[in-house]
């Protein structure tokens, strides 16, 4: 009996609550967004993101963040930071903050990184203090972070040529020793790819950058190095694996921001490398398995349809997970995943942001705009952002306007010299990967 009373109960406040939430839906509707608004004000608001979560004496920049209401987070990531450095030319081009602004606050990062964030080497922890730089959470040296660290510092070095954002930037680049990453500390000395980290109590992490994913921004950086570069046989040295899902080919499945990340920074349509590779072609198809990994799972889960999908690495109902297509999945999509593909399936990311703002938008849309993950199937809504996938949606949805970032990080000697030992060149006949 007491079962029934309680089972009875449960459903009347469910009845309660979902009228709330529709009454709270008729009397708060949020803000009509044409397509092109809608994506404008995700790139505003991630860029809201980077200028009040840094912190104002070091520049850290949080690694994640609440979406509405107040936070306690105090951890910084070196990634997150990267990607608020490269923000700031962003917000002069849109007037969302006066130059002299922006630019003080690119001064005070890169001050505070080269002249007093602890460094092995050249390279940075993950995680950080944001107000103090000191490391947490027993966190590696990550190279990939340090990497998307000084990719924004150079872009931010090269919007303010000749400046000291520009000598600081450049200084923090050529401190990096690529040797000592490459060969473990000289312990590999024949080792041609780069280590994922290294930690004072434990030593070289065991795992390499050695599969195609988002490494080539590393490798790029590495080459283009003026003091102690990576060795041109580095670019031929990290696998590229076909994947073949429903007709299509890419270079892995995995998460989408395999496809995504590098993109930030470089600008390969139309380029082949010295192995013959289209990388924008691999990212094109690899957004659409993702999609069709999706679409083909809509009888399992409620969360999929065809214009919402996006499998990536991000928050999760129980943790934080990374999940790949075709591989595994929950029902958890990344809006931020989707939005970034707007790169290379305009049309699809356009359709999946309206999709995700109109139908899940009271429950995910904040601050800082789309909540970092969401999954319908477990009712389950982030009230976080993260830090770099923000800043993934934002470099893309920019370079897809102006190509602003492309530009500035290609107008840097160390680019055209990585560019150049890549054999990267444009060629006439058919790509490696089909159209």
Partial sequence: MLSKVWW???????????????????????????????????????????????????????????NSGQDDYTVASTASTGYALASL?????????????????????????????????GWYYHFLDKRTGERVWNCELSSIDTVLLVAGALVAGRYWKGTEVERLANAIYERLDWTWMRTNGGLLT??????MGWKPDEGFIKANWDTY????????LGMGATRDPLPQ????????????????????????????????????????????WNYAVAAEQGIQINRQFCIDLQGKRRTYAPDIWGLNA??????????????????????????????????????????????????????YG???????????????????????????????????????????PATQKAWSLAGFHRAEGEPRLKE
């Fill in 213 to 220: 994913c988002e490494l080539k921004t590393l490798y790029l």
């Fill in 370 to 412: 789309f909540g970092n993950a969401f999954n319908v199937d477990k009712n389950w809504f982030d009230p976080d952002v993260i830090g770099i996938d923000l800043g993934m949606a934002l470099l893309a949805i920019e370079n897809q306007k102006s190509g602003m970032v492309w530009k500035l990080l290609a107008s840097h």
């Fill in 233 to 276: 046989e580095a670019w031929e040295a990290w696998v590229r694996n076909p994947l073949e899902y429903k007709g299509r080919t890419t270079l892995a499945g995995g998460p989408i921001f395999f496809h995504e990340m590098a993109f930030g920074f470089y600008d390969f349509r139309d380029w082949y490398d010295s192995q013959g």
């Fill in 8 to 66: 009875v109960c449960l459903c009347l406040w469910g009845v309660c609550v979902g009228g709330e939430l529709s009454t709270y839906a008729q009397t708060n509707p949020l803000p009509r967004f044409s397509d092109k608004q809608l994506l404008d004000e995700v790139e505003r608001r991630a860029f809201l993101f980077f200028w009040e979560k840094s912190d104002p004496h070091t520049g850290l920049t949080n690694d994640r963040a609440k």
């Fill in 190 to 195: 024949e080792k041609k790819v780069v280590s």
């Fill in 89 to 121: 030319p962003v917000a002069v081009r849109h007037r969302w903050i006066p130059h002299k602004e922006a630019f003080d606050r690119a001064l005070l990062t890169l001050t505070f990184l080269y002249n007093k964030l602890p460094n092995v080497h």
């Fill in 314 to 367: 991000n928050d999760a109902p129980d943790g934080y997970r990374a999940y790949a297509a075709p591989g595994e999945e929950d029902g958890t999509v990344s809006p931020t995943g989707a939005v970034a593909a707007i790169l290379f399936t305009p049309k699809l990311a356009k359709e999946a942001a309206r999709a995700i703002y109109t139908r899940y938008g009271h429950h995910l849309w904040g601050r």
